[in-house]
């Protein structure tokens, strides 16, 4: 495989990826208000998911996928710098909004090969990291 190839496997992967956590949050009463927020200029963040849950609370998802455990996996993928732009770009959705209402970030992370008929189990972190 080349790399472009690779990469396109990669996008593929990264999208399945999101699609299930997307199924999964929505199955557990979630409602998707945003996907793949990017905020404007280089250097910017991305947010994968913005989801409501029933109550009101807002909830930026970072899903991660990882066919492999070196370096901990993909809840280990969500570094301190990750984090840091996923809570740079929640700021900027933030002050587009009137009203601040309540909320946290999770992480939905899958780890091992993907195989559309048999994905890896996600795991969903809720408040997994906070903005301080």
């Known amino acids: 495989m080349n790399a472009c190839n690779e990469g396109q496997a990669a996008t593929d992967r990264g ?6 956590a997307l199924a999964m949050l929505q199955d557990a009463g979630l409602r998707v208000l945003r996907r793949n927020f990017k905020t404007p200029g280089r250097g910017g963040g991305e947010i994968d998911l913005i989801m409501l849950e029933p109550d009101g609370t807002l909830v930026f998802v970072e899903v991660r996928h990882r066919r492999q455990m070196r370096q901990g996996g993909a809840t280990a993928s969500v570094d301190a710098r990750k984090q840091a732009r996923i ?20 992480v939905v992370a899958f780890d091992g090969h993907w ?9 969903w972190i809720r408040a997994a990291f906070d903005a301080g």
């Not at 999208?15 to 299930?20: H, I, L, Y």
């Not at 195989?115 to 795991?123: D, M, V, W």
């Open 15 to 20: 999208r399945q990826a999101e699609d299930a």
């Open 87 to 106: 809570v740079w770009a929640a700021r900027h959705y933030l002050a587009r909004l009137r009203q601040l209402p309540p909320c946290h970030f999770d």
């Open 115 to 123: 195989h559309a008929a048999h994905p890896p189990t996600p795991r």
